[in-house]
C-alpha cells in the first residue's frame, strides 16, 4: 500500500505542474450528468447514455456499475446492495456479459482502457471513479465504435467519463448513510478557473463502509482519492486525471439449485458466527474476502493542428495490487515430516512447490495428523452437504486438535500504454469526407502467486499465522497488445456512408517462476476485422435512418494459461458478427429510438468452474477448465422513449427483446459430453427488459420512481433450472433548499429506496449458479457546497 501512495503523491505532482501549462480561457464545465439519452448523432450504430435521474435513483454509496442499468440491452446484477461485491456482479448488453467467468464487454475511463473486467487481476469501472465525480456514461451496443480501445469489446463498448472541473471555485461536502450500517463522506474541492483562467482543477477524498444485507456482519470498506486538470491552449486542451482506490470487500456465495432457492430466499448460508468446527467454519463470512488496491493516471491531448486536422494522443498507467481469500477446512501436506510432527501444522518453514501429498484434518498435540475412528458417521451437515468422517470432531478421539488454512491468492498487475488518434476532414469530387485512423500500444504484466496459513487456533477464530506454511505457485504473464484501425466516411447529399478496418495483435506469456512447468507464448491475433455503416438524415427534421455491420474480436486472455496442464492447441480467439439497423429522433421535447440487431458470437470460450454444490475444490481454485464451445446466435428490437411531458415531468421507458441460444460446435458427441444443446437459451440472458420512470422536478423538490422487469433466464446448460422473472422498482426524493432561504444556498438532500417492494429474486447468474438479489435499500444523502 506505501509504494501505490507513493506512486499517487508522484502522480497528483504531475497532473498540478501541468495546470500551470495554459494560456486561454475555456468555458465547457460539467457539473451535472449529461441528460441527453440518446447519442449517436450521424454514427451507424446505437449508443446510449445515462440521465441525470438514473444517477439520483441509485445511492450515492452504490458503485457507478448501477447507473446504466436502466439503458435498452442492458442489465447490471451486484450481489451487495451498494456494489461492494465484484464476485458476484454482472453486466449484459445484448447478451454478451461481463461476470466471474467470462469478459466480453469493453470498459474504457475517459476512452482509456480499464486493463480487462476479470476477478483476477481485472478492475471495473468502479475502481477507477467515485460515484460523485461521474460526469457521464454512455453504452454503444454491439458495432460500438472502431478506436474502442479493449480487446475484450465483443459486445460493445461502456464509456464512463469523469467530470470535469467548475469553471468558479467550490469546495463540497457530502455525507450518506444508508441501512445494513452504510456511511460515507465525500470532499471535494474545485481550483476554479485560474493561470488568466486556462486551466481548472480538482482533488477529491471519499471514504465509504458497510456491512452485507444477510447476515450483517462482513466487513466493506472503500477509500477513494482522485483529482483532475483540464487546460486550455490555442489548438485545443490537455487533460490529466489521476486515481487510487483501496477497497475490502467480504463476498457473497452463490446457490446452486431453484429448490434453495425457493426454501431460502434471502441466505447464502455464509455464517455469521465461528463455530469451531473447521467444515462448517470454511463459510465463516470474514473468511470470503477482496482486497483491491488500484492506481490508475492519464494524460490526454486534443489539438486541432489545422482546420480540416485534429490529432488525439493519451498516455497512461495503471497498478493493481490485491488478494482474494478463502479459508479450507484443512491443512495441506506439503512435507514429508515422517513421525517428527507436521511442519505445517508446527510452523517456522515455507515450502515452495506446486506439489503436495494430501490434506490433514485434525491432530494430536505432538502436532502428528490423526485418523478419524474407523466407521465413523458425520452428523455435520451445511450447504455443500453432509461432512465426512474426517472433518467431524465427534469422529476423533478426545484431544484432537483441529486444524484449518487460510488461503491467499495475490494478484499484482502493472501496465503502461498510450493511443494516437486523427481524423481528417476534407473533401472528395465535392463531397464532405472524413477520414481517421489510430493506433493503440500497452505492455502489461500480470503476477499471481497463492500461500497457504495456518490459522493459528482453529476453535476460537480466524487469525492466521503470519509466515505461510506453503506458497503453491508462483507465475508472471506479460502481455503486449498493438491495435490499428482506419476508417472512411463519405457523405452524399443526405447519406453518409463508412467503411472501415482494425486489427488486434495481442501476445501472451506464462512464466513459472518456480520452473516446475513450461513457460508458454501465445499469440492471440485477428484477423483484420471490416466495418461498415450508413446513416441517412430523413426529410423529418431530427430523424436519421443507420445501419451497421462489425467483426469484434476478444483475444486469448492470460487466464486460460493459469492451469499449465491444459491444452490449448485447439483454442481458438473467441469472434463475433453484429449487424444492425435503426431509427432515431431527437426533438426538443422528445428523443426515441428503435433498433434491431443480430448478432452471432463464435468460438466461445467457456469457463468450467470447480464450485460446484459440494463446495469449491480449494487446491485448484477458481481457474476450472477452458474449451471453445460453438457460440451464441441473438436476434432482438431495442426500442427508447425519452419525453419531457411539461418542463417539470418527464417520461422514460425502454424494451429489449433477446432471443440468444447456443449454435454448438458442430460436433454431438463434444456438445453431449460439455453438457451443451444447439439451441438451448443462452446462460443468464433475460428474454426480455422492460423499464418504465417517471421523474418529476420543481424549484424546491424533485423525485421519481421506475420499474424495470427482467425476463426468464436459465441457470444452466440444459435450460432444467429457470430465474424467474421479477420486477425492481427504484424511487427518489430530493429537496433542493436553495428557494428556500439565500442561506442555505448550496445545500441538498437526497432520499433514495431501491427495491422498492422488497422483492424476491436472483440476481446474477453464472452456469450452474446463481447470487441473490439485495433486497429493499433506503439511504439519505446530504450536500453542501462552499
Partial sequence: MNSSKRLLSTAISMVTAMASAGTVAQD????????????G?????????????????????????????????????????????DWSTNISVRGFTTSLDEQQIGTTIDGIPNGGS???????????????????????????????????????????????????????VEMSGGEFDAQRYYLRYDTGSFAEGSTRAWISYSNQEATDWITETAENEREHVAAKVVTTVPAGTLSGYVSYDDIHEDNYQRIYSAAQF?????????????????????????????????????????????????????????????????????????????????????????AMTGRSAGQFFYVDAGGNALAPIEGCTSNIVTIYGQAGAQYDPACYEAGAIPVMSYRHTHYEKERSGFSLDFAHNGEIAGLQNEFRGGFWYEDA??????DWHRITDATSGPEFDGTPYWEQYRRSYPQQTNKWYLQDALTIDSVTLSLGAKQFLVDVEREDLFSESLDADLESDSDVLLSAGLVWEAPMDGTEVFAGYAENFKAIGDSVLERPESNLDNLDPETSETIELGLRYTGEALAATATLFRNEF???????????????????????????????????????????LNPGLNLYASYT???????????????AAQGLVPGNNAVGIADQLFVAGLDWRSSLLYGGLSAKL???????LANTWEAESYVVADAYLGLNLADVSPALQGISLNLVVNNLTDEDYLGTVVSGGAWIGAPRTASLSATVDF
Avoid at 451496443?141 to 467548475?166: M, V
Avoid at 427482467?710 to 444452466?716: K, P, Q, S
Fill in 41 to 85: 448523432s450521424g454514427e451507424t450504430f446505437n449508443s446510449s447514455a445515462v440521465t441525470d435521474a438514473m444517477r439520483k435513483q441509485q445511492s450515492t454509496i452504490t458503485s457507478v456499475n448501477a447507473l446504466i442499468d436502466n439503458l435498452p440491452g442492458v442489465s447490471v446484477n451486484e450481489g451487495d446492495t451498494y456494489g461492494f461485491d
Fill in 602 to 644: 463464435d468460438n466461445r470460450i467457456i469457463f468450467l468452474d470447480n464450485n460446484t454444490a459440494a463446495g469449491p475444490n480449494y487446491l485448484i481454485g477458481t481457474n476450472g477448465s477452458y474449451f471453445n464451445a460453438g457460440g451464441i446466435e441473438s436476434d432482438g428490437l431495442e426500442l427508447l422513449l425519452d419525453y419531457d
Fill in 262 to 350: 425457493e426454501q431460502f430466499p434471502e441466505n447464502d448460508f455464509l455464517s455469521s458466527e465461528w463455530s469451531g468446527v473447521p467444515y462448517i467454519d470454511q463459510l465463516y463470512r470474514r473468511g470470503w474476502s477482496t482486497l483491491r488496491e488500484n492506481l490508475l493516471g492519464y494524460a490526454q491531448f486534443d489539438l486541432d493542428l489545422a482546420e480540416s486536422l485534429n490529432l488525439k494522443g493519451s498516455v497512461y498507467y495503471h497498478t493493481n495490487d490485491g488478494r482474494g481469500d478463502w479459508v479450507p477446512p484443512y491443512l495441506v501436506d506439503v512435507t514429508d515430516d515422517g513421525d517428527s510432527g507436521q511442519s505445517e501444522f508446527l510452523g517456522g518453514t515455507t
Fill in 28 to 39: 465547457n464545465s460539467s457539473e451535472n450528468i449529461e441528460e441527453v439519452v440518446v447519442l
Fill in 445 to 450: 504484466t500480470r503476477d499471481e502467486h497463492r
Fill in 657 to 671: 427483446f433477446l432471443d440468444a441460444s447456443y449454435i454448438g460446435t458442430g460436433d454431438a458427441a463434444v456438445d
Fill in 118 to 172: 476479470n476477478y483476477g487481476g481485472g478492475s471495473k469501472a468502479n475502481r477507477f471513479i467515485d460515484p460523485a465525480n461521474i460526469g457521464g456514461v454512455a453504452v454503444s451496443q454491439g458495432t460500438a465504435d472502431i478506436a474502442s480501445r479493449s480487446n475484450e469489446a465483443l459486445g460493445g463498448t461502456i464509456n464512463y467519463r469523469t467530470d470535469d472541473p467548475t469553471e468558479d471555485r467550490r469546495m463540497r
Fill in 710 to 716: 427482467t425476463g426468464d433466464r436459465y441457470v444452466d
